[in-house]
């Protein structure tokens, strides 16, 4: 087995830049998490891009400080343990990161002093004692401010122009380097490079400076309805949230895709409860009714995949919600037992390299199909093949011959 390495987990801002574009338009959001307990749940694409931006970091700062080209090779099939989960560190994952560490050395040979991993104060930003931000990297070039953001997801493209997260990030770093010398422009940048590429944005810095007040005066009514939230009343049926928390959540779809708290959003539910009104009261075919259900139905499909996710996740840790248990749905998928073995005994076997691999070693459905001439071969893997069980799904306890318990297999 692999020596595992393992991230240390890092510490986040309550008003943090990352979820700037919630609580700036859903003030309430922060503080509805403290109040009903809420915690994050980290996910393993997260965990991945932490580990990608721990190698980014360390590539950086060995190519500014020894002047010589890092070697990625040494992450290769490394395994890091980061928020719970072992991530083995792939060859597309060090490419996209390799990247990035080009763009930023870039500007370093364009003259740029860069700086790596920046500690940058928010207090001054949003009020909010002792906070700080982490900027991938820094730069100043003559009276310009660099921000650069590394975006290692695929499934998201995040635009660069009124993005609140940079624009955070650009004003704490303004906070800081101005002092320093006098700064007149300001290029904000997004490096994604599984989805998107680099996008870059260029502006005065006046236009910076102006957007502060965006943040300051939503994080001081955000601070205050966490005060709220501290003292909000816990009893037999629940958590008591103060009514001013509530009057202050506005659902949309930024706000929604990454808020931890939808599943139990007393403002999703009601929008939820108010577009199935609407089907029954708004009987029309016009293009306006279909561009309002639209609205709703973009924050709406958020909500329903987070409820569903939740009952899940509880129905799993053997938590009981009422009317409702888990069956098995379809048989999982075949998998390889040991596939560093499988890699070498088909190579051992010649098996050409682009028939072995898409971005890791093919599976063995797809190994099947490749194989299907060689019948040979095919049956020396059989005894590397496992089938993985099956997934669960949500059934209602209702359900006529439905085994919850013993978790009945359903033919799908």
């Not at 991938?136 to 997260?165: P, S």
């Not at 808020?259 to 199935?276: D, F, G, M, R, S």
């Not at 390889?336 to 070498?344: A, F, G, I, Q």
Request: with cysteine; hydrophobic share 40%; charged share 30%.
């Amino acid at each position: 087995m692999a020596d595992i390495t393992e991230l240390a987990p890092d510490t986040h801002a309550k008003l943090s830049p990352s979820g700037a574009s919630r609580w700036t338009t859903c003030r309430g959001s922060v503080a509805l998490g403290i109040a009903l307990n809420i915690k994050d749940r980290p996910s393993e694409a997260a965990a991945e891009g932490t580990v990608g931006h721990d190698i980014a970091a360390k590539a950086l700062r060995f190519q500014l400080m020894k002047g010589r080209v890092y070697d990625y090779d040494q992450h290769l099939d490394t395994v890091v343990r980061c928020d719970g989960f072992d991530i083995r560190v792939r060859a597309d994952l060090l490419e996209a990161v390799k990247g990035y560490v080009d763009n930023i050395m870039q500007l370093h040979e364009d003259g740029a002093q860069v700086f790596v991993e920046v500690k940058l104060p928010l207090e001054g930003i949003t009020g909010e004692e002792n906070a700080t931000g982490t900027g991938d990297a820094v730069a100043i070039i003559g009276n310009e401010l660099h921000v650069e953001d590394l975006k290692l997801g695929r499934g998201v493209l995040v635009d660069v122009e009124d993005n609140k997260q940079l624009l955070m990030y650009a004003l704490a770093a303004y906070d800081v380097f101005a002092m320093a010398g006098e700064i007149d422009k300001v290029t904000m940048v997004i490096n994604q490079p599984r989805a998107g590429g680099r996008k870059a944005i260029t502006f005065p810095v006046d236009q910076l400076l102006e957007s502060r007040e965006l943040f300051t005066l939503n994080a001081k009514k955000a601070m205050k309805l966490i005060d709220y939230a501290r003292v909000s009343h816990v009893s037999d049926i629940g958590v008591n949230v103060d009514e001013r928390i509530i009057n202050e959540l506005n659902p949309s779809e930024d706000a929604c895709r990454f808020c931890k708290n939808k599943p139990w959003c007393p403002a999703l539910n009601i929008l939820a409860l108010e577009a199935e009104r609407a089907v029954y009261v708004n009987v029309s075919n016009r293009p306006e009714d279909l561009a309002s259900a639209y609205s709703r139905a973009v924050v709406l499909k958020h909500w329903v995949s987070a409820v569903e996710e939740e009952t899940k996740r509880q129905l799993e840790d053997g938590k009981h919600v009422p009317g409702y248990g888990l069956v098995n749905g379809r048989a999982g998928a075949r998998a390889w037992t040991e596939p560093e073995k499988v890699e070498s005994l088909l190579k051992s076997l010649d098996i050409p390299r682009e028939d072995i691999y898409d971005s890791d070693i093919k599976s063995p459905t797809q190994m099947e199909k490749v194989l299907k001439k060689n019948k040979v071969i095919w049956a020396q893997l059989q005894d590397h093949i496992i089938r993985r069980p099956p997934s669960q799904k949500i059934a209602s306890t209702n359900a006529s011959e439905a085994e919850l318990t013993g978790f009945r297999d359903l033919d799908e």
